[in-house]
């Protein structure tokens, strides 16, 4: 059985350790679960990307939870907090209404690509008018 002190010192100790493998293992694999969800994958693939990014999401939220449960009260502990439930509801999001996430997908790239668009069609511009 696990004492909540053991788990607690080690959460303190390794904290930079475990932030630091967290951290991009959270927004990778919640940015793997919504490129998934935006190609239309089969569910089962998105739904085992959105576990396994809600697995480290509720690792973080239970890591920030025990530097709350001594007291610690900084802006680090709440930027954590913040991403890990961004990333558990984009998950959730994804699992429970995924024609919406891949709409709002869909607006995205578009966007993006129209204004790359324009970008290359100005920079074409300025080349032509320097030559």
Same mark, same amino acid.
């Given at each position: 059985?696990?004492?909540?002190?053991?788990?607690?010192?080690?959460?303190?100790? @390794?904290?930079? %350790?475990?932030?630091?493998?967290?951290?991009?293992?959270?927004?990778?694999?919640?940015?793997?679960?919504?490129?998934?969800? &935006?190609?239309? *994958?089969?569910?089962?693939?998105?739904?085992?990307?959105?576990?396994?990014? %809600?697995?480290? /999401? =509720?690792?973080?939220?239970?890591?920030?939870? =025990?530097?709350? /449960? #001594? %007291?610690?009260? !900084?802006?680090? =502990? @709440?930027?954590?907090?913040?991403? /890990?439930?961004?990333?558990? /509801?984009?998950?959730?999001?994804?699992? &429970?209404?995924?024609?919406?996430? !891949?709409?709002?997908? *869909?607006?995205?790239?578009?966007?993006? *690509?129209? &204004?790359?668009?324009?970008?290359? =069609?100005? #920079? *074409?511009?300025?080349?032509? @008018?320097?030559?």
């Amino acid at each position: 059985m696990l004492d909540f002190n053991t788990v607690t010192e080690f959460s303190h100790t @390794y904290c930079i %350790g475990i932030c630091a493998f967290l951290v991009p293992a959270n927004l990778l694999t919640t940015l793997q679960t919504g490129i998934l969800t &935006g190609l239309n *994958r089969p569910r089962m693939q998105v739904w085992v990307s959105a576990v396994v990014a %809600g697995f480290w /999401a =509720t690792a973080m939220l239970f890591h920030v939870f =025990t530097w709350f /449960a #001594i %007291g610690v009260v !900084m802006p680090p =502990t @709440y930027i954590l907090l913040f991403m /890990a439930i961004a990333c558990l /509801a984009v998950n959730i999001w994804a699992v &429970g209404h995924p024609s919406s996430m !891949m709409q709002l997908i *869909r607006v995205a790239v578009s966007a993006l *690509r129209g &204004g790359f668009r324009r970008k290359m =069609t100005e #920079i *074409r511009q300025r080349i032509a @008018y320097k030559m």
